[in-house]
């Protein structure tokens, strides 16, 4: 009899912690920032309509880094950008010279389609903007993140405003 509910016991113990609900552990880096030496020389090389002290009072960097540091204990996790980029575009006024120097991104994943981390770097003509302007363009922006709780569980989203983040660090 001991034996047997030891076994209930057991198995108990492990059905409570397997319904045990995970908690995301994340990281946001949302900044704009000055373009640096690397990709000044870059651009100095692609800009025939500046300089490269025009290219560094001018351009600026928009910086965003997102990771989900437990990622790989989730199942089906998602992770989703809304933001109108284009909008944000047409937004710059420039008639002559790239509205936008260099971007870059990049994703990576783990074996099992959990995500890991999200980062982007934007170059772009930010003379005209103030950091308010800029603030008030990026509220608009928001990560949409979905995940399972665990094989057969129940879907949790979750929305940030990053543009809540927005730090200018120029």
């Not at 047409?90 to 870059?104: A, D, V």
Request: net charge negative; charged share 25%; glycine share 4%.
């Amino acid at each position: 009899m001991k034996k047997f509910a030891f076994v209930i016991l057991f198995v108990l113990l492990l059905v409570s912690c397997s319904q045990k609900e995970l908690v995301k552990e994340d990281k946001l880096q949302f900044e704009i920032q000055n373009v640096n030496e690397q990709e000044l020389e870059l651009l100095v090389n692609r800009a025939s309509n500046f300089t490269k002290q025009e290219i560094e009072l001018y351009y600026a960097v928009i910086v965003l880094d997102y990771q989900i540091l437990n990622g790989n204990k989730f199942h089906n996790l998602t992770v989703k950008h809304d933001f109108d980029w284009d909008a944000f575009m047409s937004e710059i006024e420039l008639n002559y010279g790239p509205k936008y120097m260099n971007g870059e991104g990049r994703s990576s994943n783990f074996k099992n389609g959990s995500f890991k981390q999200d980062s982007e770097r934007f170059i772009f003509y930010a003379k005209d903007f103030s950091s308010e302007q800029l603030q008030s363009i990026f509220e608009t922006y928001k990560i949409n993140i979905s995940w399972q709780q665990n094989a057969n569980g129940k879907i949790v989203e979750e929305t940030i405003r990053i543009g809540d983040f927005l730090q200018d660090k120029r």
